[in-house]
């Protein structure tokens, strides 16, 4: 019986470009891994496409305070509406550490969101002060290796 390869989605938020750079790290490592691949902006996508993949990684930036960003609203809302059981997620994104207390605040959120829907933790939060660095990109292997390690304990 031949196995199908694992499938992913990748949905990111940016404004400076920090979040996609973080995505397309995440990318490359879920492609080299042999996955197939979609890459989403936030705002040209519906929370019903994650149904459709094994993983599902989200990668926002935090506004000002602690924000969610703009054009992610309807997709955050819609996340408490979706069943994604055994869906195997991670959550990643840049922010400044310049904001403190509130510094990736929006990845909290997205996690609080998406638990309720059955969805698989395949990692911790990773927080990326600004652009990532070639040492976040080490971190971020790690990230996805644990969410694909997961994914396929449960084929």
Known sequence: MTQHPLSA????ATITGNN???ADIIIDQ?????LSVK?????QTEVEELQQVDIAIIV?????????????????EDLADVDLTGVVYGIAGSGDLYYGDTYCLALDSFEKQIQPTGAIQ??????INLRPSAEDAVILKL?????????????
């Open 9 to 12: 989605q990748v949905v990111f």
């Open 20 to 22: 996609e750079a973080v």
């Open 30 to 34: 879920l492609k080299a891994a042999g």
């Open 39 to 43: 890459k989403s902006e936030i705002s």
């Open 60 to 76: 926002p930036y935090t506004y000002d305070q602690g924000s969610l960003p703009d054009e992610g609203l309807d997709f955050f």
């Open 122 to 127: 395949g990692a911790e939060i990773v927080r």
């Open 143 to 155: 990230f996805t290796d644990q969410i694909i390690a997961k994914a396929q304990a449960l084929k």
